[in-house]
């Protein structure tokens, strides 16, 4: 009787369909609220991945200083069963860099979070997670120490870590919604937490006076910031506080980002990593 192999990626797709289903009697998909002995159970035999929202508390407009993460958070949620993953608690602290100054933000300096990230992935790479996705929702100088530190960890650890910017990855979604480009806090930004909680909006106090264009060329610089909302294009990007566009723009971003991680995860099977 002649044997044959399956493809490696329809044994991928295979068994996330029969690890989904032995996953539907999960209490939560939350590592904050599950028990130890839950955890145990599902991890790693049926749950390989794990989503880590990351962030920072910064000024953004008229949305919440904690809309860098709202964002990755709400995202989470969104993607976690479609993944069959849990969803690690966010780190709500960051390189808030040029805003920091404001009220009500923080600032981690460089060291202090290379050193704590870096625990946070191995942590979790000891935990048996095989696929670390983390989902960041703060950029600067925060993107490019969370990828170092994740490629760091994924060679020492023999795990697989992917590290998406969002709104940054989404840029396209944002100019298919709105017909226009977005910014820190705004249009794109600012309709995203819309769509997850419309009370986190003060529209009353926004003034289109409150953004600034970053400069494209490097001319000049301010520290602080001159503006909580910081618009990729001048003279676009202004907040709309549309409902109906807001949660089109936060399917669509969700959706962008979901067949990310599905393609990436599937490309690391097929590889043999």
Not at 85 to 114: D, K, R, V, W
């Amino acid at each position: 009787m002649k044997s044959f192999t399956l493809p490696p990626l329809l044994c991928s797709i295979l068994l996330l369909i029969a690890s989904t289903s032995w996953a539907q009697n999960l209490s939560t998909r939350e590592m904050d609220r599950i028990n130890w002995m839950e955890f145990a159970e599902f991890v790693p035999d049926k749950i390989s991945t794990v989503l880590l929202p990351t962030g920072t508390l910064e000024p953004h407009g008229v949305i919440n200083n904690g809309a860098d993460n709202t964002a990755p958070a709400a995202m989470a949620k969104a993607l976690a069963d479609e993944l069959n993953a849990l969803i690690a608690p966010t780190l709500n602290y960051g390189m808030t860099g040029l805003l920091a100054n404001y009220p009500g933000a923080f600032e981690i300096s460089e060291e202090a979070y290379s050193l704590f990230i870096r625990d946070i992935l191995k942590g979790l790479a000891k935990n048996e997670f095989k696929n670390i996705i983390i989902l960041n929702g703060h950029g600067g100088g925060q993107t490019a120490v969370l990828q170092k530190i994740a490629a760091e960890v994924a060679n020492e650890m023999g795990v697989r870590t992917l590290v998406i910017n969002w709104w940054s990855y989404a840029s396209d979604v944002t100019l298919e919604v709105f017909k226009e480009d977005g910014g820190h806090a705004g249009l794109n930004e600012t309709a995203y937490i819309q769509a997850i909680d419309p009370t986190l909006i003060q529209k009353e106090r926004y003034q289109d006076n409150q953004a600034t264009a970053y400069p494209k060329d490097k001319s000049w610089s301010a520290a602080p910031f001159p503006s909580a909302i910081g618009l990729y294009q001048e003279g676009q990007g202004y907040p709309n506080f549309d409902q109906a566009q807001a949660d089109e723009y936060f399917q669509k971003v969700n959706a962008k980002v979901l067949k990310l991680i599905q393609d990436t995860i599937a490309k690391w099977d097929l590889a043999g990593l």
